[in-house]
T-cell receptor, first 112, second 115 residues
Framework: DAKTTQPPSMDCAEGRAANLPCNHSTISGNEYVYWYRQIHSQGPQYIIHGLKNNETNEMASLIITEDRKSSTLILPHATLRDTAVYYCIVNGNTGTASKLTFGTGTRLQVTL | DAGVIQSPRHEVTEMGQEVTLRCKPISGHNSLFWYRQTMMRGLELLIYFNNNVPIDDSGMPEDRFSAKMPNASFSTLKIQPSEPRDSAVYFC?????????????FGSGTRLTVV
């Protein structure tokens, strides 16, 4: 699976958009980009995933560059409850469950 | 659905004792994963099952660790004998087989302390 690079930490003011970048320059054609987050003391939570096209759900938007070498997770209106560690994971899924390898992620601190 | 259910939430045991962690996946999910999280090593995948069959146990640290999935609704992770370095939070997660459709759902974890 392709490796990912994320900044170790970021700050965001409450109510503003949080844009979390992820580099995955060695991604291959069949690999998906997944985002999870982990709020302190809880299990990781799935946010969103995508292959090529931009994706949006009730939690966030995922923007993948045309060359697929990087992506950005956007939380449109961050709240204090969005303070968490955010993990970007790239995984080649062949239709059967395959393991997700978590890196160190980005620690997002949302402040008043 | 109640989500992925893990028990116990906290476990404190003495070195050398056997520890059994339990997990009930989401009904209908046919893949199950056991992860361990420590400050030093982060989240590590220990083992995962597909349709109750172990697929990859390369993350199991040593023979003291074993995992079973006797049926689609239950899995255990056993440590025998336990050591202080096994202290960690252990997470169980489940998913549909095709994770292109959705992601993993994690349980709340079991915090294990071996003294």
């Amino acid at each position: 699976d392709a490796k990912t690079t994320q900044p170790p930490s970021m700050d965001c003011a409450e109510g503003r958009a949080a844009n979390l970048p992820c580099n995955h320059s060695t991604i291959s054609g069949n690999e998906y980009v997944y985002w999870y987050r982990q709020i302190h003391s809880q299990g990781p939570q799935y946010i969103i995933h995508g292959l090529k096209n931009n994706e949006t759900n009730e939690m966030a938007s995922l923007i993948i560059t045309e060359d697929r070498k990087s992506s950005t997770l956007i939380l449109p209106h961050a709240t204090l409850r969005d303070t968490a560690v955010y993990y970007c994971i790239v995984n080649g899924n062949t239709g059967t469950a395959s393991k997700l390898t978590f890196g160190t992620g980005t620690r997002l601190q949302v402040t008043l | 659905d109640a989500g992925v259910i893990q028990s116990p939430r906290h476990e404190v045991t003495e070195m050398g004792q056997e520890v059994t962690l339990r997990c009930k996946p989401i009904s209908g999910h046919n893949s199950l994963f056991w992860y361990r999280q420590t400050m030093m090593r982060g989240l590590e995948l220990l083992i995962y099952f597909n349709n109750n069959v172990p697929i990859d146990d390369s993350g199991m640290p040593e023979d003291r660790f074993s995992a079973k999935m006797p049926n689609a609704s239950f899995s255990t992770l056993k440590i025998q004998p336990s050591e202080p370095r096994d202290s960690a939070v252990y997470f169980c997660a489940s998913s549909l087989e095709d994770t292109r459709l959705n992601g993993y759902t994690f349980g709340s974890g079991t915090r294990l302390t071996v003294v």
